[in-house]
């Protein structure tokens, strides 16, 4: 088989499917395929998966979906220990502590 190199370089036949390859190498890889039955495969297996993807068209979410999922990602969250909320008070506590530290070493 001539240029079996190319039979294992996929990406070489997703770029020609999808015109990125520069003539001289899409002229190589299209010549290949001509000659190559399991690349012509892969070749035509992306070309029709584009053509399925551009005739695909995305469902709408229901009206009620956007509360269903908070509701249950609100529901699913565990509730936080109360000593945990200690961070809220405790890191500008801490923060202001070694400020005047340092403002008093200072002077």
């Given at each position: 088989?001539?240029?079996?190199?190319?039979?294992?370089?996929?990406?070489?036949?997703?770029?020609?499917?999808?015109?990125?390859?520069?003539?001289?190498?899409?002229?190589?890889?299209?010549?290949?395929?001509?000659?190559?039955?399991?690349c012509r495969?892969?070749?035509?297996?992306?070309r029709r998966?584009?053509?399925?993807?551009?005739?695909?068209?995305?469902?709408?979410?229901?009206?009620?979906?956007?509360?269903?999922?908070?509701?249950?990602?609100?529901?699913?969250?565990?509730?936080?220990?109360?000593?945990?909320?200690?961070?809220r008070w405790?890191?500008?506590?801490?923060?202001?502590?070694?400020?005047?530290?340092?403002?008093?070493?200072?002077?």
């Open positions: 088989m001539k240029n079996e190199k190319l039979c294992r370089e996929r990406q070489k036949l997703f770029e020609l499917a999808h015109d990125m390859l520069d003539a001289g190498e899409a002229s190589n890889v299209r010549a290949h395929a001509a000659e190559c039955a399991a495969d892969i070749l035509d297996g992306y998966l584009d053509a399925v993807l551009e005739e695909w068209k995305p469902l709408e979410p229901s009206a009620w979906f956007d509360a269903r999922v908070r509701a249950a990602a609100a529901a699913a969250r565990p509730a936080r220990p109360s000593w945990l909320n200690w961070g405790l890191a500008p506590a801490l923060a202001t502590l070694v400020i005047v530290a340092g403002v008093a070493i200072v002077r």
